[in-house]
């Protein structure tokens, strides 16, 4: 494919993908899908002189759970800006950054020909694809809220890119290793350049093995750096705090490897509901998704031969296998990466196996009208930020009466990270869950009174009489009936109750 086809191709699936990240875009506050709260608090500690801390926590404890990146490229934005005005910055920067990542998507697709295209079907095609992938409504809805998965998307492509270009090796080394510092699953990625340049190193032209010296030195460098501060830090964390703030160490140690029995038969459950949804005949929906699985599996096995992105995807999805949590939001930072593979793999039993291709090009139209049909929905019912929209309501009612307590006050309660931005009130989580195999074990009301006590916790904000936190708080009156008292009753059940000491 010429040059300048490739680009065009991928400047299309840019300006597509921004147009419609743009229009995505919401007023809704900071803190709402609690990760992006997390980021932001970081962020502001970082261009307050803080450093890498969680100012939210009483003592200011160093963080430990994620890598430093994203909040580092945050820090100018919250550092000149009021929350409000950066959260809008912010999101733009993420619309900005999804677009760059299909744009190289597409772009790199179309130049090498990954699918493996008639050569009248390559200028539109992957373009297409990737543009399909990047405006899904879960991809919006990461994309709208401050998440890193933008910026670890944008890297992803960057180093396949190079990887699959042979770029020099300390480019890709230098973007995986920028990768791992945004999110730790940057693992996979130097996992997988390394399997695809030790494959190269076994067939012409064959890739000398000391290139892979500088593909591992800079993630290596990285993650040694990044290690020494948190074993220097972990131990500011609350233990009760261990999956929220912790180490990733903390989860693999609560819940083992547990996690693979659910997560596995889990794992194209999202991407099953984005396309057959709509089917209402069980059985018929567990064929289809059968078939859609095996032709995606086929389409990876393709990719490792053709891309890095095949042993990335690879080493991925082995990750998401032993963590212990849903695999749902992880997957749409790689969904045009999936849709290709799938692409690639349908296209290529069309070519391979004639008597089918009827078949597959129905099975193809499918996929793709169910798609659809889920997507106008979506933005018919702006889906990718429902709950935002919902949970942002609920605490602009709350955080004015919040704002009213002392400085001095320290709030348990949900989205604290989100309490503290708008109030600037210290706060700390109210729920508290552990794993225990693949049990998730809550605290005795004991324990969770001890741990209110460690934190200094003077007040208790209760944002939904719905909530886990609500579970917890009835256990914790139930066993000590003169913890708190109430301050302050908004409508359905929310409550702002004051912590009595003593006994």
């Known amino acids: 494919m010429a040059l300048a086809g490739a680009v065009k191709a991928g400047l299309a699936a840019a300006a597509v993908t921004l147009a419609v990240g743009l229009l995505a875009l919401n007023q809704a506050l900071v803190g709402v899908f609690y990760d992006d709260g997390l980021y932001a608090g970081l962020a502001t500690a970082l261009a307050s002189g803080l450093g890498y801390v969680h100012p939210n926590l009483p003592g200011l404890p160093g963080a430990v759970h994620y890598p430093p990146l994203y909040p580092v490229v945050l820090a100018p934005i919250f550092g000149l800006l009021s929350v409000h005005g950066a959260a809008i910055v912010a999101k733009v920067l993420n619309a900005l950054l999804g677009a760059g990542a299909a744009g190289l998507i597409a772009w790199h697709a179309t130049r090498v020909d990954l699918l493996g295209l008639p050569e009248r079907h390559r200028r539109w095609v992957p373009a297409a694809l990737v543009c399909a992938a990047a405006v899904a409504i879960p991809v919006l809805a990461t994309q709208t809220v401050l998440f890193a998965e933008p910026l670890f998307a944008v890297l992803l492509a960057v180093a396949v890119i190079a990887m699959d270009q042979q770029q020099s090796p300390w480019i890709v080394g230098t973007v995986a290793a920028l990768a791992l510092m945004t999110r730790s699953i940057g693992i996979a990625i130097v996992a997988g350049v390394v399997c695809f340049l030790l494959m190269r190193s076994t067939r012409p032209p064959r890739t000398p093995w000391r290139a892979l010296v500088p593909v591992v030195i800079p993630p290596l460098v990285a993650a040694l750096a990044w290690s020494l501060w948190v074993s220097t830090h972990r131990r500011g964390i609350d233990p009760e705090l261990a999956l929220g703030y912790g ?257």
């Open 247 to 503: 180490t990733y160490l903390a989860h693999l140690d609560q819940a083992g490897l547990s996690a693979i029995a659910v997560n596995v038969p889990d794992m194209s459950r999202p991407l099953e509901g984005l396309t057959f949804g709509w089917i209402g005949v069980r059985w018929l929906y567990e064929i289809l998704s059968m078939l859609a699985l095996g032709v995606g599996l086929y389409g990876l096995a393709l990719l490792t031969r053709r891309s890095a992105i095949g042993f990335v995807l690879i080493f991925y999805f082995l990750v998401l296998a032993v963590w212990p949590h849903p695999p749902d939001r992880f997957l749409w930072a790689v969904l045009p990466w999936l849709v290709l593979a799938w692409a690639a793999g349908l296209i290529e039993i069309a070519r391979r196996w004639p008597r089918v291709r009827l078949a597959a090009a129905v099975f193809g139209c499918l996929v793709a009208g169910g798609y659809v049909y889920y997507e106008a929905r979506g933005f018919a019912g702006r889906w990718w930020d429902t709950p935002a929209r919902a949970i942002s309501a609920n605490f602009t009612e709350l955080l004015p009466v919040v704002a009213t307590l002392p400085k001095s006050a320290v709030m348990a309660t949900d989205d604290e990270a989100l309490v503290w931005l708008y109030t600037r009130r210290q706060a700390v989580p109210m729920y508290l869950e552990s794993f225990h195999g693949s049990e998730v074990v809550r605290p005795t009301p004991a324990a969770h009174r001890a741990y209110l006590d460690r934190m200094g916790v003077t007040h208790i904000l209760l944002a939904s009489s719905s909530s886990p936190s609500a579970i917890e708080l009835r256990g914790l009156i139930g066993a000590y009936p003169r913890l708190l008292s109430a301050l302050y009753r908004w409508p359905d059940g929310r409550w702002l109750f004051a912590v009595n000491r003593g006994p």
